[in-house]
């Protein structure tokens, strides 16, 4: 009888688990879909139809619609799946609830390797000086994403390199991505002192998270990565799942606990790399998400990861319909989901309390 009970409330709790994976899976079409009716063009319902069924007499629509529109919401899905699915890995490995890309210095490397293109090689003062004419004729948008990747991916290796000198222990890492990621902040801050005017600006308003760079080419580049990295996750979901009860316990269950790590960390900042590289600085994505999700379904990775995918994507959606809804041009993505970031940690700090913890 005993036994009986236990088997339907596991039954019944994998039913609700499967529900929630069903209602984020259709809260992010419908999200898609009204996404490309909202925008500064202020084109209404029937001609954003007309447009997306290529039927619309205005040339313009049909480019606003397949030209940005479509792009932008593909970059906010693909984007925001990858930035969730990683920070819910990097928790896990590190076990370590506020690990995140900024943790790791992804982040900060990539926003000084575009630094570095942009106002050193593109519209700063080695070239252009602050001739707009140049800077405009010079400047490379796939070119500075090249840069910002690059010096993600070193900084990444560069950390996991110093981890392996000492004993490759969460703590460790943690520490080594602090540090490097204040050297690649500091190095921002001197190269934005002796930039130009225009390569100043450049260089700022790169930095913020703006899906309206996306194209198809980027989308494409970006889902690769996304969907090889998402993959991995799910077929090594109970590997993860015996590194939460402890390294020791997971070796005794045959998993290469720091192998694992090495390589779980790698793709994960190597998704992030990309989409910060293509579309900038995009916070708190990879810590939101998967506390919600761990809060929703626990810590089982067979559920925690298609629900960070998903909800990574349904924020990010949720966000690029807020900036483009407010004020007459979008305001950029990075901005909402680092004002949704304050209100989350205060209320993980009272919940904290709450707990006793």
């Not at 140049?134 to 981890?163: D, E, Q």
């Amino acid at each position: 009888m005993r036994n009986g009970t236990i088997t339907n409330k596991y039954k019944a709790e994998k039913r609700k688990k499967v529900v929630v994976l069903i209602i984020l899976a259709a809260a992010v079409l419908v999200l898609a879909f009204v996404c490309l009716f909202v925008g500064s063009s202020r084109m209404s319902v029937s001609d954003c139809i007309s447009a997306l069924l290529r039927t619309s007499s205005s040339a313009a629509d049909v480019r606003i619609i397949w030209n940005i529109r479509i792009p932008r919401v593909l970059a906010a899905v693909i984007a925001g799946a990858g930035l969730s699915v990683s920070g819910l890995i990097m928790q896990s490995v590190l076990n370590n609830p506020m690990a995140s890309p900024s943790t790791l210095g992804v982040s900060n490397a990539a926003v000084f390797g575009a630094n570095l293109s942009i106002i050193a090689f593109a519209g700063g003062f080695l070239t252009t000086g602050n001739n707009l004419t140049n800077y405009s004729t010079g400047a490379n948008p796939y070119a500075v994403s090249f840069v910002a990747f690059v010096f993600s991916l070193l900084s990444i290796l560069l950390i996991l390199a110093l981890c392996k000198l000492r004993s490759f222990s969460s703590g460790v890492v943690v520490l080594a991505g602090i540090a490097t990621g204040s050297v690649w902040t500091a190095g921002t801050a001197l190269l934005q002192f002796y930039a130009t005017d225009v390569g100043l600006s450049a260089a700022v308003i790169w930095s913020f998270g703006d899906l309206g760079r996306a194209t198809y080419l980027t989308d494409l580049i970006m889902f690769a990565a996304v969907a090889v990295g998402s993959t991995f996750f799910a077929l090594m979901a109970w590997r993860y799942n015996a590194i939460l009860s402890g390294d020791a316990q997971a070796k005794t269950m045959d998993v290469k606990v720091d192998v694992l790590r090495f390589v779980s960390l790698l793709a994960a900042s190597m998704i992030t790399a990309l989409c910060v590289s293509y579309l900038g600085m995009i916070g708190f994505v990879g810590i939101i998400c998967p506390h919600i999700v761990k809060k929703l379904l626990g810590h089982n990775h067979r559920y925690t990861v298609p629900a960070s995918i998903l909800s990574g994507s349904l924020l990010l959606l949720l966000a690029d319909t807020l900036s483009r809804s407010i004020g007459s041009a979008a305001i950029p993505v990075g901005a909402i989901t680092t004002l949704l970031g304050a209100p989350f940690f205060i209320a993980v700090i009272f919940g904290k309390k709450e707990n006793g913890s």
